[in-house]
């Protein structure tokens, strides 16, 4: 009922889980807290059991002294803190959060010592999560509920595709198909026999991948213009409608950022996704159709380096759960899905943060992307968006992370 709201909360969480990662190495715990409904004007008129303030804030400093990182302190919030510290939240948590000092004292020991021929200490990269290994990897080992299965036989993600049904006689719009990920939908659609339209605001992209690319249709404009759906469906009303489009963030530590670069992924990815979610409930797009929002491994598990992308990421989240729900209750008959592809080197976005992190970690970007645990490429995402929208049956899952062994749905 107040979506927005919500969203801000996300997107606190996130931050209070960046925060985390930046301060612990110099000794600084930050809690977050998590309160049910309370007795305040905000929640006024609102006839729903609410806690008294005094409660709840009695057990802020109950969960202060028991040492709690998250802290569920009143009664309407209990229900939800066993969920919380058993699931993805955590399953996909910052591992490195007591790891960056460690790994910088084995880094300025090795220096010291100048062993040149001895094999360096590694951080182990998995999307947005960290272990410190040493070879032969000792300590590298899956996490619980975080397997994931291969993809149907074992096939290639391209090979996979061309098993797959046709899509012929679908019709298909990439917002931001003009490069990355979005231009490997592009490229899937048309594979599999869609009428596809690229949406980008870069013509000479555009007129590359029209080249390239031969059968796809393309259309400049900037797609956070408010008015940008309305000629996008103008052109084309998509069966399948993919928003793939986004900006670079960041790469700089929280502190040494300005609020617009923060906000750049605020002004761009979700405003990108609400213009288009929105329209896709008001025109609304035929009974029948999907919309697949591509957002990150970072929306899971938080980015300290990267200003306000992982929120941002996690709000096309929030907005995707909204938009079924409405259309459930409206009888709409649309599906809303949410790929987070983890961190993908193959990339222009990848290679972006790849430098930023390594930067950020002391390691050269070689042994960074050497130690990232199965990276999915491009090329996986658009596998995987073309299985997700070609199954005989729509998946009763919403949210899949995307690795290069395949995908995985989350409750999130």
Request: proline content about 8%; glycine content about 10%; charged content about 20%.
């Amino acid at each position: 009922m107040i979506p927005a709201y919500s969203i801000s909360k996300a997107a606190g969480s996130n931050l209070t889980q960046s925060l985390r990662s930046l301060l612990k190495s110099q000794g600084v715990t930050v809690h977050g807290v998590f309160l049910g409904p309370i007795d305040t004007d905000m929640n006024r008129g609102l006839e729903i059991p609410k806690a008294p303030p005094a409660a709840a804030a009695q057990g802020i400093f109950d969960g202060l002294e028991k040492g709690e990182e998250d802290i569920f302190p009143d009664p309407a919030s209990f229900p939800a803190a066993e969920g919380w510290r058993a699931g993805i939240a955590k399953r996909m948590g910052f591992l490195y959060q007591q790891q960056p000092e460690q790994l910088d004292h084995d880094r300025k020991a090795t220096e010291q010592e100048g062993t040149l021929t001895k094999p360096p200490i590694t951080a182990r990269w998995s999307g947005f999560r960290i272990q410190k290994i040493s070879p032969p990897p000792m300590n590298s080992r899956s996490l619980p509920g975080f397997t994931i299965e291969g993809r149907i036989g074992g096939a290639p993600p391209k090979q996979q595709e061309d098993n797959m049904h046709s899509l012929a006689s679908k019709t298909m719009v990439v917002i931001g198909g003009s490069r990355g990920v979005g231009r490997q939908i592009v490229e899937a659609g048309i594979r599999n026999s869609a009428r596809v339209l690229a949406v980008a605001r870069d013509e000479g992209r555009l007129a590359r991948v029209a080249r390239e690319v031969p059968g796809t249709e393309t259309l400049s404009l900037d797609a956070t213009d408010e008015a940008a759906p309305a000629k996008v469906f103008g052109v084309l009303k998509p069966d399948i409608l993919v928003v793939a489009a986004g900006a670079f963030p960041p790469t700089a530590p929280l502190h040494k950022q300005n609020w617009h670069e923060f906000a750049v992924n605020w002004e761009s990815d979700v405003k990108i996704a609400f213009h288009f979610v929105k329209a896709a409930l008001s025109t609304p797009l035929s009974a029948g159709s999907t919309i697949v929002l591509i957002s990150s491994g970072a929306a899971l598990a938080g980015s300290p380096n990267s200003g306000g992308y992982a929120g941002a990421k996690r709000t096309q989240i929030f907005m995707a759960n909204y938009s079924q729900k409405e259309s459930d209750r409206l009888g709409l008959d649309l599906k809303f899905l949410v790929l987070a592809p983890r961190m993908m080197p193959d990339t222009e976005l990848g290679k972006h943060a790849v430098a930023g992190y390594s930067h950020y970690l002391g390691i050269s970007a070689s042994d960074f992307i050497k130690s990232m645990a199965t990276p999915p490429t491009s090329s996986d995402v658009a596998a995987g968006v073309i299985e997700l929208v070609t199954r005989p049956n729509r998946p009763k899952e919403s949210v899949f992370i995307v690795t290069g062994k395949g995908l995985e749905a989350v409750a999130a």
